[in-house]
């Protein structure tokens, strides 16, 4: 009687592992460790063709497919790594794959192992095996623990589909996002509860106005003791303000200190809570508001960053560099008559760690014009930090950098657009930044009654060089009877200084202005 094809079947493995593996334990080994590379390769040593040839095929195509999504679908990646539930089938599929490898790298050795080693070459061949084993573990485990701590910064830092803000633009989902924007005005917030103070101040007020196209950006600062900030006329705030932000029954050749850009992020949800509907952050939306009127401006988006927090931030990206043009104070008050605990010594190419990067950018004990002084170099700051960020050094330090990020940083851009901020972020670094100046000497020699018309009339030119009519004002101004004496200039102008950040930020020893 013929033997069945499950006889067949059992007599042909017998005689496999019947045969003697002609191998020495320490090229078992190799070939086993070596097959990671491309798993099924050992499979085929050890004869296992049909299990061999599956393993190949599968291996090949998870590297095609790997190959593929870098190279032709980058964003596409990009915005899966940035979507909270995606995220987690990420880490999910890595502890898979990493689980199989390893059942392959041990079954591998176990097949081409020989029969008769001796204690100690086995012991030993167990031992790498087992080394290997963790070190895939831990490579995995550091994986995972990365792609959790994305998961928590996209959620923590980033709006969710359930969060309120009425001043974000309505997107369209089937376009591109940059063709809907084609100019992307961004406000930048500097905030700041530090000692002594009740509340949250933005003593840093800076709007980077981008290209969507090239990715050029142009700063605008603004300083932080400017009065009379104005609303839309269609804006509830207007109504009560309709001179700007400021009590006209103070004689108005007095400061109101309670009334300057830094205090609005305070004092007016305080004063009006809810007044211009539901919001995540009535302060920045507020400010969305006025400092999008005072440039002549529509604002998107906001970031606010803690500025006791940025120290954490430069540190987990290892520093800055900057130029350093005259003594930077460290710490001290003007108000208080305290001098700094020490300067920050000029020098070019200074690199700076998380509290002198700080210092830097706050610094203005007794500086000559101090909050020009103080913008400008935070300008510089901003630019050194975006080219401190490359891919390479936050992926590097990404866990830092990501814990940095939850403490000290809140935004209303969207999670679902992030994909798309991390393509023109990377346009934004390859670009150039420049500066507009609004001009001190003729719209605000002091910021009691800042000329917000020749501000709008400067950053239209600027943005837009063919457009030459200013947007028209909305702001009622008060009786020339209550205003104080302008400044007379004898030859003003509105042009603009929109040089690139490179030369402004460079080695030029001197003091300020």
């Not at 097949?111 to 290997?132: A, K, Y």
């Not at 981008?210 to 142009?218: A, E, F, L």
């Not at 988006?301 to 130029?323: K, P, R, S």
Request: with cysteine; glycine share 8%; net charge positive.
């Amino acid at each position: 009687m013929a033997p069945s094809r499950a006889q067949r079947s059992s007599r042909s493995s017998r005689a496999r592992r019947a045969r003697p593996r002609q191998r020495s334990a320490f090229a078992a080994l190799v070939i086993a460790v070596a097959g990671i590379l491309l798993p099924g390769t050992a499979y085929l040593v050890a004869r296992r063709i049909r299990l061999g040839v599956t393993l190949i095929a599968a291996s090949l195509v998870l590297y095609g497919a790997a190959a593929y999504l870098a190279l032709r679908k980058r964003d596409a990646v990009i915005s899966w790594a940035l979507n909270p539930s995606l995220l987690l089938w990420m880490i999910a599929a890595l502890g898979a794959i990493a689980l199989a490898w390893i059942v392959v790298l041990v079954t591998s050795y176990k097949m081409l192992r020989p029969l008769t080693v001796g204690p100690v070459p086995r012991l030993l061949g167990s031992l790498v095996i087992g080394v290997v084993c963790f070190a895939m573990t831990v490579g995995t485990a550091s994986g995972a623990q990365t792609l959790m701590a994305q998961r928590s910064l996209v959620k923590k830092v980033f709006a969710d589909p359930e969060s309120k803000s009425v001043t974000r633009p309505t997107v369209s989902a089937n376009k591109n996002l940059w063709d809907q924007l084609p100019r992307l005005n961004v406000l930048l917030l500097g905030a700041d509860d530090g000692d002594g103070r009740k509340g949250t101040r933005t003593d840093s007020v800076m709007v980077a106005s981008i290209d969507t196209k090239t990715g050029n950006t142009s700063l605008i600062s603004l300083t932080r003791n400017f009065m009379r900030m104005p609303f839309p006329a269609d804006s509830p705030l207007h109504k009560i303000y309709p001179t700007g932000f400021w009590d006209p029954s103070i004689d108005p050749s007095k400061e109101q200190s309670e009334f300057y850009l830094d205090a609005m992020y305070r004092n007016i949800p305080k004063l009006h809570p809810g007044i211009l509907g539901p919001s995540d952050n009535e302060g920045a939306d507020i400010l969305k508001v006025s400092v999008g009127e005072a440039l002549g401006l529509k604002i998107h988006y906001y970031v606010q960053v803690d500025l006791a927090g940025f120290a954490q931030l430069v540190e987990a990206l290892g520093g800055i560099t900057v130029n350093i043009n005259y003594p930077v104070p460290v710490g001290g008050s003007d108000d208080d008559n305290v001098p700094p605990s020490r300067y920050l010594q000029p020098g070019p190419n200074k690199h700076l760690m998380g509290t002198d990067a700080l210092w830097f950018a706050r610094g203005r004990y007794r500086v000559p014009t101090a909050d020009l002084a103080r913008q400008a170099r935070q300008r510089c700051a901003v630019k050194a930090l975006v080219e401190r960020a490359t891919p390479q050094n936050v992926l590097t330090n990404f866990e830092a950098v990501a814990a940095a990020g939850e403490k000290l940083v809140r935004t209303d851009i969207p999670q679902k657009l992030l994909g798309d901020f991390v393509t023109l972020g990377e346009r934004v670094k390859t670009a150039k930044i420049a500066n507009i100046d609004l001009d001190k000497k003729k719209n605000f020699p002091n910021g009691r009654d800042p000329n917000y018309a020749g501000m709008r009339e400067i950053v239209a030119k600027a943005l837009s060089p063919k457009a030459t009519t200013p947007r028209r004002t909305t702001t009622t101004r008060p009786s020339t009877a209550t205003q104080p004496k302008p400044t007379t200039q004898s030859k003003p102008t509105t042009k603009p200084d929109d040089g690139d950040l490179s030369s402004a930020c460079a080695y030029k020893p001197g003091p300020p202005g």
